[in-house]
């Protein structure tokens, strides 16, 4: 199979004849499906390259970290188990392509029809390898902020666990990890409508500076009264009013760290606000949480593990 028709299908233009041609390759046997992979394999490793290919198209993974550092978000083609059926292949007529960015990083990535992604720590967003062509579907376990292209023509879906958003052109943040039974949406330019995972009735529409948020059943909406707290994609950690669970919870993500908690009612503590930056580190900002709240902390020496228990 020609490199450049691979590549040109890894970014997302090609044609529906040629994706059909490449799946039929693909699929008639082994050796083929391990050379896809190669290939897959190496058109990934690219996008993390310093800006050589600046002149491609579209589907580039960027660091913005700042001073340099790259994101070790990895990149994971969904093969396996779906050359079942000529007939999915082609209704599908596309394999679906999947962004993971570990715990303690941030990635940026933007997709085919310009639309901007920022990705927080432990996040994954998934979509179909000619996304923008008849639609515009990405799911989501995690936390993202979009800039979505406008398309009036098709519409833009995020899909989560608990619930779906659906948008034309906007700027929003989605907060949804699977399994945490947590889905929070803010809404920063634009209007969005929000769903139930599995159905077409809209439980809510936001008008800019509204905050929507489903907690196991139990929804809420009210007016935000700042966007600090989505300065994470800034590398800015602010909580307002924040519980210190769910502090210890994020700061798990933000920096790779296993937090144990000696007694349950530490947890029991009044919400915590305050404004850290990144490079502050957890140390800092966990002594500086206990100026107010008493406790003490300990590391372990691999600086993985954090012991939290009473003063």
């Known amino acids: ?4 028709l691979l590549y040109k299908y890894f970014k997302g233009t090609t044609t529906i004849e040629e994706e059909k041609r490449i799946l039929d390759w693909v699929e008639a046997s082994e050796e083929n499906r391990e050379a896809f992979l190669k290939e897959r394999m190496m058109f990934d490793v690219a996008l993390f390259s310093d800006r050589q290919s600046a002149g491609k198209k579209t589907f580039r993974l960027a660091p913005i970290l700042k001073w340099g550092i790259r994101i070790a978000a990895v990149i994971i083609v969904g093969v396996c188990g779906y050359f079942m059926t000529n007939d999915y292949l082609y209704n599908q007529a596309s394999l679906p392509q999947t962004v993971t960015v570990p715990a303690g990083q941030r990635a940026q990535i933007t997709l085919a029809d310009g639309t901007r992604v920022w990705l927080n720590a432990q996040s994954t967003l998934t979509y179909a390898s000619n996304f923008g062509r008849g639609e515009r579907n990405v799911e989501l376990d995690g936390e993202a902020y979009f800039e979505v292209a406008k398309n009036k023509d098709i519409p833009f879906y995020v899909h989560t666990e608990m619930n779906k958003v659906k948008v034309v052109g906007t700027s929003f943040n989605v907060c949804a990890y699977a399994g945490s039974k947590e889905f929070e949406t803010t809404l920063v330019e634009g209007i969005v409508d929000i769903y139930p ?11 800019k500076e509204e905050f929507f948020g489903n907690y196991d059943g139990k929804c809420k909406k009210v007016i935000l009264p700042s966007y600090e707290y989505l300065r994470w994609k800034e590398g800015l950690y602010c909580f307002d009013d924040v519980p210190f669970s769910c502090i210890l ?23 915590c606000t305050g ?8 140390e800092h900002i966990l002594r500086t949480i206990s100026k107010d709240h008493p406790f003490e902390f300990s590391i372990n020496e691999e600086k993985d593990s954090i012991f939290i228990y009473e003063k």
């Open 249 to 271: 919870t994020k700061l798990e993500m933000y920096y790779n760290v296993k937090i144990t908690v000696s007694d349950p009612k530490l947890l029991n503590y009044d919400s």
């Open 275 to 282: 404004k850290f930056r990144e490079q502050d580190g957890i």
């Open 1 to 4: 199979m020609n490199q450049e």
């Open 197 to 207: 995972a599995n159905s077409n009735k809209v439980i809510t529409r936001l008008q």
